[in-house]
């Protein structure tokens, strides 16, 4: 799904500023601090409850702060984001593809049609029902919907939930290849494993802040705080 006006090719840095969020009187998120890395992966980890999926809603705009702001590079920036189960049209694989392109103002382009299918590795699926593909085709199928919008950033909500080792390492090259492409991801994960393997940056989030942050071998290598190292050894926080 995609938010925001018209796409644009900045990629500085995301600066969050004393950002909040409560709901029913109770506080999510509470006075994070920092400025998202303008390229490669950063993964954004921490328990259950801790806030991880409400930063990437706020980041997309699907809500807003209660406290503090999201300073873009420009003033309109556009998120893509991809979900745990993605939302297919009963429609064939290149029709899911068009319609989005389609319905960001893109004139229909079969090159890069193409191009976005053989990155996924659905070029021989490209005429199959989108909705009968596998679990992994289908993920990987929402992932280049969204990068055929051209967003400055592509979120990520546990991508790989449910997939067998195979699904996941194939959606893991892909998203892998598009950060290095120039598109700077933001994820949020419970697999330290796939952390380890992907991120290049990590955020921590405990309790609604931040508790840590920095680059992945240091945190994961040498955690700065105890609390990081509890939650790294699987103690429950």
């Known amino acids: 799904m995609m938010s925001g006006p018209a796409p644009h090719q900045d990629r500085a840095g995301v600066r969050l500023t004393d950002l909040g969020y409560r709901i029913g009187g109770q506080d999510i998120l509470i006075g994070l601090e920092t400025v998202m890395p303008a390229s490669g992966i950063t993964a954004v980890i921490g328990p259950n409850g801790a806030g991880k999926t409400t930063l990437l809603r706020l980041l997309h705009g699907m809500i807003s702060p209660s406290l503090g702001r999201i300073h873009w590079p420009e003033a309109a920036a556009q998120t893509g984001l991809l979900l745990q189960r993605p939302v297919l049209l009963r429609r064939s694989v290149r029709a899911n593809l068009r319609f989005a392109m389609t319905m960001a103002g893109s004139k229909p382009d079969r090159d890069e049609e193409d ?123």
């Open 115 to 237: 191009r976005l299918l053989a990155l996924a590795g659905l070029s021989d699926k490209a005429d199959h029902p989108a909705r009968r593909l596998s679990g992994g085709e289908q993920q990987r199928l929402a992932l280049i919907r969204e990068v055929a919008l051209k967003p400055a950033m592509l979120l990520m909500d546990e991508p790989a939930s449910g997939l067998d080792p195979a699904a996941t390492g194939r959606l893991e090259t892909l998203i892998r290849t598009l950060a290095s492409e120039g598109t700077p991801v933001v994820l949020s994960s419970h697999d330290m494993g796939q952390v380890r393997r992907l991120a290049d940056h990590c955020l921590f989030i405990c309790h609604g802040r931040l508790a840590a942050e920095g680059p992945l071998p240091d945190l994961f290598d040498n955690p700065p705080k105890p609390i990081l190292k509890a939650f790294l050894q699987g103690e429950l926080l």
